[in-house]
């Protein structure tokens, strides 16, 4: 278990201020950039001083300000994995992490590294130097390399960021099996929603240098508990509206959305505290709205809208498609319901989506 | 024509390479402090230690008399702890010609460790890597060219060193008589072709330094 509670001030306009645990398994911390995530694992690694707080790793004090405790990054065995690695160019690969083994007899030292090299798949590039390596197995190699030094704790700095899509997807499981095996508490920073989907364990949502929500990531995503999240976890249709009516019996309410030009557009959302006139916002997920090539009848959806299509924009693992009604709506497909469609620009299609597939926030 | 006497190229070489030595070790020294850490002072050391650069050698020479001599702190203790005395000894000539070389190699030192991207430091360090095996296996590889660099600019600094040799070791022709100061001498005495023949191989010496110097710093681009 990785314990953090630590407070920075880091000029006038911004103080890191976070208070969580991790336990054994991985926690994304997720957020946009600047947003205080890599400076969390700075002083987890004791790159960076907190004013006040404390650290601890499996009951070991990292740091205790009131204590006055402040272990040296030498004696803190925590692995970090810098967002450019930091491999060392004049060593090779096996050197790199060989040179994390220890003081063990040499012998025993290149045994470990040239396994760890075999564990993570890149045994072949035991000899050749950081710059001589793909993006991919240089990934692996600093990974090897965190390992090899025993860590108590496992810092990764969006680790997958410089790599292509399909390396990316490679590594996830591998880390995944990995950490089953290790158990150590992982610290993940990444601002790719996918990414920590497809981790799972625990997610920490970072805004401004404090926490927003920590929970299941798939929970986070799902139904984002503030707008902030929302943004940040990549709800495409957020909008201004006004509420026009409330039916206290149906538990809805019907919401004017403010397009562009003086357009609008109505759609109906569950009841929420916010009074008739009330300015609200709300948000849909692109993935919570259905396109329909005509009319639907006879659905459950409350929501149907007639708009027409103004952009088609391929993305790497759907197809987003922005709808003009009254306001823009971003809907996504896949590919085969794109071409079935024929969704192109200028198409006339209805959208709908459900009453509570709306989140609003007042 | 009678065979030039080549003992002063012999003294030179000798006391250049002792010096470059000390030079390198606290150049290195410095150069890390300056380029590493802050303290109070941080700038004031950097201006000391280039001050021989830009005073004449003279004044140099006159401090170092002054630190040296029998009745100067450095030259007491020498003197307590050896028996011997440094000034007018090749050993002074030593301590001259560092002295004058100093500030080029701490200068590319500072240069060539604050080159060194501090992340590999820190990963060293959160690989439970102590201060000074991060210096030796990490620091200091990476910054080798610039050093190499430095530590020839000192050494050639040092191979032509003048003014503060002859205040502080004096011109006694076989014992503290350099090649430099041999020059001068052969050319105040009309012995022109001596003095031509130490002329060529010196100059001979210091460019094949600076163009192995300059293809080092060339090499160190490209990568």
Redesign the interface.
């Known amino acids: 278990m990785l314990e953090v509670r630590l407070r920075k001030r880091l000029g006038p306009e911004f103080t890191l201020d976070v208070d969580f645990a991790a336990p054994p398994g991985v926690t994304v911390l997720f957020g946009a950039s600047g947003s205080g995530k890599t400076l969390t694992l700075r002083a987890v ?3 960076l001083k907190p004013d006040e707080g404390r650290m601890s790793a499996d009951g070991r004090v990292l740091f205790d300000s009131d204590k006055g405790i402040d272990v ?9 994995l ?1 967002q ?1 690695l ?1 491999l ?3 060593m090779t690969a096996l050197e790199n992490v060989e ?2 083994a ?1 003081d063990v007899p040499r012998a025993e030292r290149r045994g470990r590294a040239m396994s760890l090299l075999e564990r993570l798949g890149v045994a072949h590039a035991a000899g050749r130097r950081p710059r001589e390596v793909s993006g991919g197995e240089a990934q692996r190699v600093a990974l090897a ?2 390992l ?2 025993s860590p108590r704790v496992l810092l990764l700095d969006e680790p997958l960021s410089a790599l292509d899509e399909p390396v990316r997807l490679r590594i996830i499981p591998d880390l995944k099996e990995l950490n089953e095996e290790l158990r150590l508490p992982v610290l993940y920073v990444t601002h790719s929603r996918d990414e920590a989907l497809l981790l799972g364990g625990r997610a920490v949502i970072y805004e401004r240098g404090r926490i927003a929500a920590e929970g299941p990531p798939e929970e986070l995503f799902a139904a984002p508990a503030s707008e902030t999240v929302a943004r940040l976890t990549g709800v495409e249709n957020i909008f201004d509206g006004v509420v026009i009516a409330r039916d206290d019996a149906a538990g809805t309410m019907a919401v004017e959305l403010k397009g562009a030009g003086g357009a609008a557009c109505r759609v109906e959302v569950p009841l929420g505290r916010a009074g008739e006139g009330a300015r609200v916002r709300v948000a849909v997920r692109s993935g919570d709205i259905l396109i329909a090539a005509e009319e639907p009848r006879g659905l459950s959806a409350r929501n149907v809208l007639r708009g027409r299509v103004s952009s088609v924009e391929e993305r790497s693992a759907h197809t987003l498609v922005r709808v003009e009604s009254g306001v823009t709506w971003a809907a996504s497909v896949t590919r085969h319901a794109l071409e079935e469609l024929a969704l192109a620009p200028g198409r006339e299609v209805w959208l709908a989506f459900k009453t509570y597939s709306c989140r609003v926030y007042e | 024509m009678a065979a030039v006497d080549l003992s002063p190229l012999w003294l030179s070489l000798r006391v250049a390479t002792l010096s470059t030595l000390v030079v390198v070790l606290a150049g290195v020294a410095l150069g890390w402090l300056l380029a590493r850490r802050r303290f109070f002072g941080r700038e004031a050391l950097d201006a000391a230690v280039t001050l021989p650069l830009v005073l004449p050698p003279t004044v140099l020479g006159y401090y170092l008399l002054v630190l040296l001599g029998r009745g100067g702190p450095v030259g007491r203790a020498y003197e307590a702890l050896t028996g011997s005395q440094l000034v007018f000894t090749w050993r002074g000539a030593v301590v001259a010609a560092a002295a004058g070389a100093l500030p080029l190699m701490v200068k590319t030192a500072r240069a060539a460790v604050a080159g060194v ?1 501090t ?2 430091e ?10 000074w095996q991060v210096f030796r ?2 620091t200091l ?2 910054a080798s060219r610039g050093l190499v660099a430095g530590a020839m600019l000192a050494f050639a600094r040092a191979l032509g060193d003048f003014g503060a040799t002859l205040m502080v070791a004096g011109n006694i022709p076989g014992r503290t008589q350099t090649a430099a100061i041999a020059i001068y001498d052969a050319t105040q005495a009309g012995r022109d072709s001596d003095a031509l023949a130490l002329v060529l191989v010196l100059s001979a010496a210091a460019f094949a330094l600076l163009y192995a110097t300059n293809r080092l710093s060339a090499a160190g681009h490209d990568s």
């Open positions: 690694a004791g790159l040296p990054v030498a004696r803190r065995r925590v692995g970090y810098f450019d930091a060392f160019p004049h040179f994390a220890g390399r965190s090899a030094a | 991207d992340q590999y820190d990963a060293a360090r959160t690989l439970g890597k102590s201060e296996r990490v590889p990476l």
